[in-house]
């Protein structure tokens, strides 16, 4: 009944504007990132199920639009063979009303194409795709090419040519990525075991709903401490 009636998400919605207000940040996020993540199924059959070419994954796909903070502004599941650009349309549409304040949008190169084009045209956003660093070439051609400038006189060191290696984090980007990271925690996410995208896509409100209210309780228990008087208003402030 409470997935029916968008219990989950209003309480989601609720409790993420006043987690933002105890952050310092207006209630109603300017900028937002989204991406997806595919999961895999369980036996138990189901609507929307496929087979995501990119991820080796057969199941379903998470769609996630997060603040800035990695807070859930919308989410959608469906079949994992639905591509990126399609699944943004989805989870924008759902989130339009509640977000009407979202101007800004950082995605990654998979979106690039009829996604980023849409989000532009038709929402007006502001869209910035953030992609990887370069890939390093091998060493063996970084020295050729810098034996060729040696010849045209030229001296170059052939460690500079080559990128950086190792993880690098991404900016903007890292934050949607904490917040599947958030999400596994739960056991009940560790994989797709829903019948339906309805629930998948209530218990993520489920889980973020979860983790908001156990950084809320700090806030909660000295307000409740308040209004027992076992604060004054002046030490409140110092608190806060």
């Given at each position: 009944m409470w997935r029916i009636s968008g219990t989950f998400e209003k309480l989601n919605a609720?409790?993420?504007?006043?987690?933002?207000?105890?952050?310092?940040?207006n209630p109603q996020?300017?900028?937002?990132?989204?991406?997806?993540?595919s999961a895999k199924t369980t036996g138990v059959g189901g609507e929307q199920r496929g087979y995501d070419g990119?991820?080796?994954?057969h199941g379903r796909k998470r769609h996630?639009?997060?603040?800035?903070?990695?807070?859930?502004?919308?989410?959608?599941?469906?079949?994992?063979?639905?591509?990126e650009q399609d699944g943004l349309r989805m989870v924008l549409e759902s989130a339009r009303a509640g977000v009407s304040q979202l101007?800004?949008?950082?995605?990654?190169?998979?979106?690039?194409?009829?996604?980023?084009?849409?989000?532009?045209?038709?929402?007006?956003?502001?869209?910035r795709i953030v992609r990887k660093p370069a890939k390093p070439i091998p060493e063996k051609v970084a020295m050729i090419w810098a034996e060729e400038w040696a010849k045209e006189g030229e001296k170059v060191d052939w460690r500079r040519l080559m990128?950086?290696?190792?993880?690098?984090?991404?900016?903007?980007?890292?934050?949607?990525?904490?917040?599947?990271?958030?999400?596994?925690?739960?056991?009940?996410?560790?994989?797709?075991?829903?019948?339906?995208c309805a629930t998948g896509e209530a218990f993520i409100y489920v889980a973020m709903t979860r983790l908001m209210v156990r950084r809320l309780e700090p806030v909660?228990?000295?307000?409740?401490?308040?209004?027992?008087?076992k604060f004054s208003e002046v030490q409140i402030h110092d608190l806060a």
């Open positions: 609720v409790l993420r504007e006043r987690l933002r207000v105890c952050l310092g940040r996020p300017s900028a937002g990132i989204a991406d997806s993540q990119g991820k080796k994954v996630l639009l997060v603040d800035t903070e990695g807070l859930v502004l919308s989410a959608k599941v469906h079949s994992a063979k639905i591509p101007k800004h949008l950082w995605l990654d190169a998979g979106y690039e194409g009829r996604g980023k084009r849409w989000a532009e045209e038709v929402l007006g956003l502001s869209v990128p950086p290696r190792g993880f690098k984090v991404l900016p903007c980007r890292w934050v949607v990525e904490r917040t599947f990271s958030w999400l596994d925690q739960n056991r009940r996410m560790s994989k797709d075991y829903e019948r339906l909660f228990s000295i307000f409740r401490q308040f209004l027992e008087g």
